[in-house]
Structures are given as structure tokens and as C-alpha cells.
T-cell receptor, first 111, second 115 residues
Framework: GEDVEQSLFLSVREGDSSVINCTYT??????LYWYKQEPGAGLQLLTY???NMDMKQDQRLTVLLNKKDKHLSLRIADTQTGDSAIYFC???????????WGLGTSLAVNP | DGGITQSPKYLFRKEGQNVTLSCEQN?????MYWYRQDPGQGLRLIYY???????QKGDIAEGYSVSREKKESFPLTVTSAQKNPTAFYLC??????????????FGPGTRLTVL
């Protein structure tokens, strides 16, 4: 069935780049999303990429999509302590475009 | 300001009581969603609605009920039949539920604790 997998934890030093990875299974996915969740808050949309694109850049964020391997990554340049949060990957799959969610990657940024 | 509001932020309920969580959006979005979030389990879809007066069960609808009488409102009732209701509940909306990006936007969430 449809599935989205992410590593659960990532720790980086302030100023370094962070790379959060995600794999998905549904080859019919049209859009893939990255959301950020800070403690006790709702999910904030960071960016999304259409399945016919390989890369999308938005300020410090770079999304890379490898459709052959069904692999999605989010790179955060110059990671700051304010980037500490849980990052969710999601794919829009199936005819009803229901979102399939990963379990989230908890990013810890150390000073 | 356009957005999604959820109230209350924290809610406490005694076992055996029904409780209703509010979700309102002024984004003129057609579709609305309710998710439940538990630690380590990500987001699970409870119910969703693509249009007024219509809604569908998600993956974990048992013990929950919803209504969609107005486009901007999608309240969720957690009934006494829900065996483990303590969780963080998130409401979302999207401009439409099929077709192009259909990006979901989230409210701030309601944390429900059953005492």
C-alpha cells in the first residue's frame, strides 16, 4: 500500500546544512509536501514540489526529487536554532489526492 | 487576516462525556479535514469534507462524528465511544480536494485530555 518513510531524528550544528530525507511508494503521486511543526503548534507548510520537477529552491530551502528512486529531500542551508522542529513529508496520492504522511523527522539544532 | 482557527487550545473532559472541538476557516476553502496526532504516530485522518453537507470517514473515524452545515465550519465531536481520546487534534482546509496542488493549511490545534 501507500507509505511514506522518514528517519525519526536529525541533529546538526548551528550554521551547518540540514538534509531531511523521505521515501514514498506511490508512483502516481502528483505533489509532495514538506511541513514544519513547532512544539504544541499546528503544521506550517514550508514548500511543495510537483512530480514533474527535479528541484525547487526557496530562500534557504532546497527540495530535491528523485522520481526513479521515489526519494524526496529537504535541505535547509545555514540551519538556525529556530529551525528546531519536526518536519513532515507528505505525498498526494490516489484519485482523491488524500495526503499520505510520514511520521516526521525531529530536527535538533545545537549551538 | 485569513486563516484557520481552532478552539479551545486546551480541553479537559471527564471519561464518558462527549466533547465538541471547533474549527473555522475564512479562506473560502471547499475542503476541510480533521486529523489526530499521537506521539510517534504522525497524523491520522479522522474525517474530511469536500463540500457543504457532505463528509467522508477517514482512517480512524470510530468514536468521532462531524457536521458540515456551513462552508467555513467543520466541528468535530469526540464521543464517549472513543476509547482513547487523549491526543492533539488538528484541523486543516484546502481550496479543493481534487485536481491541482490541493495544499492543506492547518489550524493551531486543540489538545484534548481525558481525566
Amino acid at each position: 500500500g501507500e507509505d511514506v518513510e522518514q528517519s525519526l531524528f536529525l541533529s546538526v550544528r548551528e550554521g551547518d546544512s540540514s538534509v531531511i530525507n523521505c521515501t514514498y511508494t506511490d508512483s502516481s503521486s502528483t505533489y509532495l509536501y514538506w511541513y514544519k511543526q513547532e512544539p504544541g503548534a499546528g503544521l506550517q507548510l514550508l514548500t511543495y514540489i510537483f512530480s514533474n520537477m527535479d528541484m525547487k529552491q526557496d530562500q534557504r530551502l532546497t527540495v530535491l526529487l528523485n522520481k526513479k528512486d521515489k526519494h524526496l529531500s529537504l535541505r535547509i542551508a545555514d540551519t538556525q536554532t529556530g529551525d528546531s522542529a519536526i518536519y513532515f513529508c507528505a505525498e498526494a496520492a490516489g484519485n482523491n489526492r488524500k495526503l499520505i504522511w510520514g511520521l516526521g523527522t525531529s530536527l535538533a539544532v545545537n549551538p | 487576516d485569513g486563516g484557520i482557527t481552532q478552539s479551545p487550545k486546551y480541553l479537559f473532559r471527564k471519561e464518558g462525556q462527549n466533547v465538541t472541538l471547533s474549527c473555522e476557516q475564512n479562506l473560502n476553502h471547499d475542503a476541510m479535514y480533521w486529523y489526530r496526532q499521537d506521539p510517534g504516530q504522525g497524523l491520522r485522518l479522522i474525517y474530511y469534507s469536500q463540500i457543504v453537507n457532505d463528509f467522508q470517514k477517514g482512517d480512524i473515524a470510530e468514536g468521532y462524528s462531524v457536521s458540515r452545515e456551513k462552508k467555513e465550519s467543520f466541528p468535530l465531536t469526540v464521543t464517549s465511544a472513543q476509547k482513547n481520546p487523549t491526543a492533539f487534534y488538528l484541523c486543516a482546509s484546502s481550496i479543493r480536494s481534487s485536481g491541482s496542488s490541493d495544499t492543506q493549511y492547518f489550524g493551531p490545534g486543540t489538545r484534548l485530555t481525558v481525566l
